[in-house]
């Protein structure tokens, strides 16, 4: 499941959320929406991932630096095209983000 397609689930589920009381129905929220590491947090108007950024960390790039998406992702991809090897990982957070971006700040 990419990060879209996460983000749009999340959606239908609090707007379900707001018309079905989830708690009688005995469900745990982890067993409805995964792992909290998916959730976006906001730091410095960046909504990104505990699982991202634990990847940032790997490459020593501090989110809390940027104050915008458009930064961030550029740097991801100077790293990327720094490095001689494949950084799968990497590379994930940069489409993510970069989808992200596409489908929130850009004017259609």
């Known amino acids: ?3 879209v ?8 589920i609090v707007a379900i959320g707001d018309f079905v009381n989830i708690n009688d129905y ?3 929220e982890n067993e409805i929406m995964g792992s909290s590491k998916t959730f ?3 730091y410095n108007n960046i909504y990104i991932s505990e699982e991202q ?3 940032l960390k790997k490459y020593d790039i501090d989110i809390n ?3 915008n998406l458009n930064e961030l992702i550029y740097d991801i991809e100077e790293c990327l095209n720094d490095s001689y090897d494949v950084l799968d990982d990497l590379e994930w ?3 993510s983000l970069s989808e992200y971006n596409y489908y929130n700040n850009t004017n259609k």
Do not use: G
Request: hydrophobic share 55%.
């Open 93 to 95: 957070v940069s489409q």
């Open 40 to 42: 976006l947090k906001k």
């Open 26 to 28: 005995n469900l745990d």
């Open 53 to 55: 950024i634990q990847i």
């Open 65 to 67: 630096k940027y104050v």
């Open 1 to 3: 499941m990419n990060f």
């Open 5 to 12: 397609h996460f983000f749009f689930f999340y959606v239908i």
